[in-house]
């Protein structure tokens, strides 16, 4: 039943993803991929690796950009059961593959091309390899283990909560405590921490500007304030993209005694899983709210957990039965609308979707206004934009975003326009109706805006401006 689950939901994802466009991290990640390298502005180089593989496969199309998204994803749940089945029960590796296949965050990272199910999908692996490692006392598995670690850090540098995770599983767990003096799980280290080896060799080649990104996005760069609007966001972000019952199940389960007493190791093995990180991420989120699916891999690893204390507790009290008997098919609906409305129109709810509608309707308009008006090359005002207008143009021309000093993002290492186009004209294209004031410093002339709008099945999306840019004169090193 599980199998054929999840190649149901493969055959349907593979469909849907396939039905609607590109959101502007997807088109960027694919603009990497034409550009392979040891690491990037960032994040590491897996993305780029995997979407390069599958535009090998599939061409340029968006579903060779999706492929291995929907792969893993399917990937992900299979490892989630066969986990869940070893520490539990198969009837616990059942609902908790039930639960998330329901989860909306997951739903979601199933049909999008990001960082996410590469890296979830590693988190999980490695998770499963070390379960089966910490009664072994062979070098092999915990080398394995390290390995998985390790491809997971090139996706996202968080995998390295992994190595902290098992370490505190391991001295929380008087039978397996002895690993910590045995050199089987530091060679796991080892092994997981060389697969930063290029990461490093590139950061040391370019202003280690990685570290400086990290700092910026966990707001390490600030001084340290409680925000209590913050904190709230990031508990809506999270409520809305796990559902109130999971989340709320799961820290349910985390402080209800029955599980921890009927399975102690499975508990504290997952529990390890969850709280290093979880509570990094909240800890974070008194001063800065983050993103919402930073939290992803923990409460993955919390599911399993739910699933447990919810079936003995069904057992036991029918209102558990009743709370779950209302709480899954919702869950479930809600899910089935994320996986499905990509694809076809549903009344007040496309105005949610507005970031995967309109683009290839704005290139074409774009393109059509570059030839009416002898228009050279295309500025985007943001690298989403850029890709997206790289990526949906005839041919793939490459896009630029303004020329800047210092390092903006993955764009600041690739060739710009230089002084090779001096005297040729652009169209700058932006979701504000202003222009930088760089581009006013690089060409001769801007003309007035001019306003035109996304559209997705002939309705407007998202208004949009251009700017016909005349005179380039600037000189870039």
């Known amino acids: 039943m599980a199998l054929g689950l999840i190649a149901v939901l493969t055959v349907v994802r593979l469909w849907v993803c396939s039905q609607f466009e590109l959101i502007g991290d997807e088109a960027y990640y694919w603009r990497w991929s034409r550009h392979l390298d040891w690491c990037y502005y960032s994040k590491g180089p897996l993305v780029a690796w995997t979407i390069w593989l599958g535009t090998q496969i599939f061409g340029d199309t968006v579903l060779g950009i999706r492929f291995f998204s929907v792969g893993l994803g399917s990937g992900t749940l299979l490892l989630l059961y066969r986990l869940t089945r070893r520490v539990f029960s198969p009837r616990v590796a059942w609902w908790t593959l039930i639960m998330a296949a329901c989860t909306p965050l997951f739903v979601i990272g199933s049909l999008l091309m990001t960082i996410d199910p590469i890296f979830i999908f590693f988190w999980l692996a490695a998770a499963t390899s070390f379960w089966q490692a910490k009664d072994s006392d062979r070098v092999g598995p915990w080398v394995l283990t390290g390995a998985l670690v390790g491809i997971g850090m090139l996706a996202k540098y968080t995998n390295v909560a992994l190595l902290p995770s098992f370490a505190l599983f391991l001295a929380w767990t008087k039978p397996y405590r002895v690993h910590l003096r045995r050199p089987t799980f530091w060679l796991m280290c080892l092994a997981a921490l060389l697969f930063l080896t290029p990461v490093l060799w590139w950061n040391a080649r370019h202003e280690w500007i990685t570290l400086v990104h990290l700092q910026e996005r966990g707001a390490l760069d600030q001084a340290w304030r409680f925000s209590a609007s ?10 809305a993209v796990y559902t109130p019952f999971f989340l709320v199940g799961i820290l349910f389960s985390l402080i209800h005694g029955g599980v921890r007493r009927q399975a ?6 997952l529990a390890s899983l969850v709280l290093p990180l979880l509570g990094l991420y909240t ?4 001063n800065d709210a983050g993103e919402a699916n930073w939290t992803a891999p923990a409460i993955m690893s ?6 447990a204390a ?4 069904a057992d036991r009290h029918r209102g558990a039965r009743v709370v779950a008997a209302g709480a899954l098919p919702l869950a479930g609906l809600a899910a089935l609308l994320i996986l499905i409305a990509p694809a076809v129109r549903i009344p007040k709810v496309d105005g949610l979707l507005y970031r995967v509608r309109g683009w290839k309707d704005l290139a074409t308009q774009v393109e059509r206004i570059q030839k009416e008006e002898a228009l050279t090359f295309v500025i985007g005002g943001d690298y989403q934009c ?7 143009r005839e041919g793939h021309p490459d896009a630029y975003i303004p020329h800047r000093p210092g390092i903006q993002n993955q764009y600041s290492f690739w060739p710009t326009y230089g002084p090779e186009r001096a005297g040729q004209d652009a169209i700058y294209l932006s979701r504000h109706d202003r222009v930088p004031d760089e581009l006013r410093t690089q060409f001769g002339q801007i003309e007035p805006a001019r306003k035109v709008w996304r559209h997705w099945k002939g309705r407007p999306v998202k208004p949009y401006y251009l700017f016909a840019c005349r005179g380039l004169h600037l000189t870039t090193e």
């Open 302 to 307: 919390g599911l399993p957990l739910l699933a």
């Open 310 to 313: 919810w079936l003995r507790l």
């Open 230 to 239: 913050e904190f709230l966001e990031y508990l809506g972000a999270q409520v």
């Open 386 to 392: 850029a890709s997206l207008m790289t990526f949906y």
């Open 264 to 269: 102690p190791v499975a508990y504290r093995f």
């Open 283 to 286: 800890l974070l989120a008194l």
